[in-house]
């Protein structure tokens, strides 16, 4: 019988309190409590079309300071997670893309499962600072530290759009169908020629 590749994780600072559960072979059951606005439905995009369970409850001083403590916390709370999921990374796909339409925006996704924390981020300026009340900025640092704590290499790129609700939403999809591709099991053999991941 093969092991869950799931994972639960809590991060507590001064700061926030971040608590995740991930299976990356689940059923789409997710449960999101996060009081920020936009993100939450970015993450469950995220995790809908990456084919998880996930369960997150979080929360920070963004009364006192701002959004940007519980979203980058989150980021490294569930790398740090799906680092554990992948366990030795045998038989894996490794790579996986894909591109994202969402009416008029188009997000491109490109992942990489190399062991090698590297994040290219490629948004127009265009789209402006914010969605509603969230400050888009923001969403780069949680791909950031998304990646450095999962440790593989993603390319985010929104191609165009003009309503950056859209563009955002394409982005995470897009982010999300790549990884579902790039965790499959193709095999017992690491995808390396290295021999290491």
């Not at 936009?38 to 959004?67: C, I, M, S, T, Y």
């Not at 490629?122 to 009340?133: E, F, I, N, Q, R």
Request: charged share 25%.
């Amino acid at each position: 019988m093969e092991l869950a590749r799931e994972a639960q994780l809590r991060r507590t600072t001064k700061e926030t309190e971040v608590e995740v559960f991930v299976n990356i072979d689940g059923a789409r059951q997710i449960d999101i409590v996060l009081n920020v606005p936009f993100f939450p439905h970015l993450l469950e995009a995220l995790a809908f079309h990456a084919g998880w369970d996930f369960v997150l409850r979080a929360k920070g001083d963004q009364e006192r300071v701002d959004n940007h403590h519980i979203v980058e916390d989150v980021g490294i709370v569930l790398g740090e997670a799906l680092y554990q999921c992948l366990a030795d990374k045998k038989g894996l796909q490794r790579f996986g893309s894909a591109f994202i339409p969402m009416d008029e925006a188009l997000g491109m996704a490109v992942v990489d499962l190399s062991g090698r924390p590297y994040l290219v981020y490629d948004v127009p300026a265009s789209l402006g600072p914010k969605v509603g009340d969230f400050e888009v900025v923001l969403l780069e640092e949680f791909l950031r530290a998304f990646t450095s704590f999962a440790r593989f290499t993603l390319h985010a790129k929104i191609w165009w759009g003009k309503n950056a609700h859209h563009a955002f939403e394409a982005l995470f999809k897009a982010t999300g169908r790549a990884l579902h591709e790039a965790v499959q099991v193709r095999g017992d053999v690491l995808p390396s020629t290295k021999g290491i991941l």
